[in-house]
Structure formats: C-alpha cells, structure tokens
C-alpha cells in the first residue's frame, strides 16, 4: 500500500461535491437535528409548524435564486437526479421524441434509456462541437423536420465544464420544453427559469449550492402537467386516499429531509446578495487550463476561452485512475479519473472508454492549489514519459 | 429555526376573544406561510394551528387571524391567487 501524502489535502472535486461548507450550513443541520424540530407539516403543533416554515424559507430562498415568481413550483427531491426522473418520466408520454446534448449524464441518459425500452421513447442528440457545445443553427434545422416533446440540456457538463447556450438553444426550439440538468450550474451561473423560457429545471443542494447530500430540487412550469413519482402522505387532504393536486405537496410525499433542507436554507444564506461563485471558478479553472496546455504529453478536452467551470485532460502513456492516484499520493491533489458518469460525453470527446482527469476548483480554492495542482500534473507528465 | 423556547413564544398575536377569530383553511401548509408573510408585511397578525376538526377532518395546518381583519385577509387570499377550502369564524 501506497503511503499517504503528507501535505494537506487539496480538494479540487467540486464537480462532484463542494467542500468545505459555509459554517451556516453545519449550523442550521446541528440546530434542526438538537433544537425542537418535527415532521414538517404533519402535526399543528409549534415545533411541526417552525419545521414547516424551516421548508417555506429554503423554498422561497431558492426560487428567488432562479427567478422563480412562485415559490411552490420549487420542489424538494433527494437530489438532481431524482428531479430528472420525475420530470423525464413524469412528463414523457409513449413515442415522445427527446432532443439531447451530448454531455449528458446518466441521470439523464439512463431513465432516457427506460423511457426508450418501456415507452418507445426515441432519443436524437443535438449537433454540437467538439467540446459538446450545442450548435444553435444546426438545431435550428434539425428543428425544422424533427418535432421533439422535450430537450434535455445539462447547463454545464460535469466532464469537461462546457456550458450551453440556453438562450440560443430557447430561441432555435421554441416549442420544445425544455428540461436544464443545473447540477453543476445552481449557484454558479445566474438562471432565471421564467424569464429564459425554462419549463423544467433540476439541480442537488450540495454542490454550487454548497449545502448537504441528500437534497435537491426541482422547477416545474405552472401549465405543465408532470405525474409524480410517488403518491403517499402529504399532511394535507388526509381525508383523501386521492393523491393531492397542489402544489409542492403533489410532488412531496413523505418526509422531508427537514435537517437537510436546512443545511441548504445554511447554505443559501451564506451567500451575500445574489452573489454566484461561478466567476471565481471560472478564474481559477481557465488558469488551470492554460498551464495544462503548456505541459507536454497533456491533451485538454475542455474549452479554453475562460468559460469552462472544470478541466477535463488525458496524458499520454498513463491511465487516469494511475494519473489521480499520483496526484493525490504525490502532491495531496483530489481529483476525479474515468467517466464521472457520463460516458455519452465521453464518446463525443473520443476518450471513451479510458475516460479522463477531471479537475474541477471551487468556491475554497485559491490560486496557489492551482499551481499546485499544476506542479503535481506536470510531474505525472514526466512519468507518463517513460512509457 | 424553532425549537423549544420557540414553541413557548409561539406568541398569539390576537388575544381577543375566540368570537373575534376567524380561520383560513387551506390545502398545503405552503399557502398558509404564503398568506401569514403577506399579512406580516401589511402589519396584521395571523398565527398558524392546527386545522379545527369542527371545520374540516384534515389533520394539515390553519391560519387564525382577526376577524376584524377579513376583508384584508380575502384581499391578499386574491392578490396571491391562493386556493383555499374556505374562511370560517371560529364562533360558528
């Protein structure tokens, strides 16, 4: 066994997780876990209602983040990749056509995949460059003798930080709903859903939002009509085996994940204003990127025109897992190797199934864990070297 | 966030007597907190309680409120375009 770096840990996986938390977020879960919290909703009683109002903060919290004018068409799921599901399978009828970029995750991909087997859901990806940026024009053409029933766009790709154009892509399908994976993106880049035309948006609490696992959340248009995925208790219409019509309660049956929603209320009060942190992820990702291309035997396969949100890179001669496994033995550096769960845009960058190094800085990264991220691949490049 | 201490100053921003109360039904909690904000920013008082199960066998939530107050209360139940089951006095 390898021994530990001795160095303090340098984590640059946010793609997959912030990390550290702001102290509000530890502090709001402390407090909803130890202080007198109930089932949110359920009782009538004080400690039921302030649970309640904890969910009714956090709710109107983020809706305002994404420009959302009423806040119970926010809805709170387990994570991203539940709010995908609920509206990919919730809305998609039998023989639906679904348009896609081609980053999409498995979040996306795989219910794609079901709806595909059990629903004749027939799937057609969107030309784009070779970053996966969706070409606006081409679609537009596309558009015109193909109907889709949906489009599926992850804003920015959690493989190689490339992020769409949903305004052009608005524009080119403008009778098309639109679903917008913002897992990578809530918190980081502004939305505002009502004003862009965004029918459907998903997004995880614990990452641009910087709060804890285990919460998402989901935009449904007013007029659009999504099945839920679960029917059960709501605390409301209790007299009713039908399940409820109302918003959120139609889309929220059992318990909230109270302490979780409060971490993220934690997290949503961190921020100062509507202050995003996408700019300085942007800054720190772009000086990344342009120290890699200077590297010997590094391919980069994220854009380099300071737009990208991570870096994504091979070097020749080494696997990933071998690169990020030096990096983190060598120089503490935290990364992520292989496909991080989206081989459909891996097969466009060309690097599947081998896959990548993703890198992805965040809102506690400075600028010196870039240079050492840099130091730690430029060593690894010499290793690759060798074979 | 509510606890303990909280729940002991729950305060009823009414204390009128219980003919002076009226109560807004809904179907979520969210309209209620929706509602009890609005009012707040008008400067009324309204507390949510559990649903009287005079009025209605759901076991959900309540906003009690002056009955002085209805016509503001049926204003901002229209200007915020919330459904509701009704607006009972609680005397009734």
Known sequence: MNEPAEQEPIYLDHAATSWPKPPAVSEYVVRALTELTANAGRSGHGPSVESARIVFRARQELAALLGVARSENVVFVRGCTEGLNLVIKGFLKPGATVAVSPMEHNSVMRPLDACARQRAVRVVTLPADPFGRIDVEASRELARTCRFDLAVVCHASNVNGAVQDVRGLRDALPDTPLLLDAAQTAGVLPIDVEREGIEFLACSAHKGLLGPTGVGACYLAPDRDVAPLLEGGTGSRSESTEHPHVRPDRYEAGTLNLHGIAGLLGGLQSRAGDELIGAHKRELNQMLLDGLLGVHRVRVQSPTDGTALCASFTIDGLQPDEIAAFLEREHGVLCRPGLQCAPAAHRHLHTFPRGSVRISPGWGNTLDDIEVALTAVRAAAKLGAGR | ?92
């Not at chain 2, 507390?47 to 066998?57: A, G, M, N, Q, V």
């Not at chain 2, 049926?74 to 459904?83: F, K, P, V, W």
């Open chain 2, 1 to 92: 966030m509510s606890g303990r201490r909280e729940q002991t100053r729950f305060g009823d921003p009414m204390s009128a007597d219980k003919c002076d109360q009226g109560v807004v039904l809904f179907y979520t909690i969210h309209a209620v907190f929706q509602l009890e904000s609005a009012l707040r920013d008008r400067g009324l008082g309204s507390k949510p309680i559990p649903t009287p199960r005079h009025l209605s066998s759901d076991c959900g939530t309540a906003l009690r409120f002056a009955w002085s107050h209805r016509a503001d209360v049926e204003a901002e139940i229209a200007r915020l375009n919330l459904e509701i089951q009704g607006i009972h006095r609680l005397d009734e």
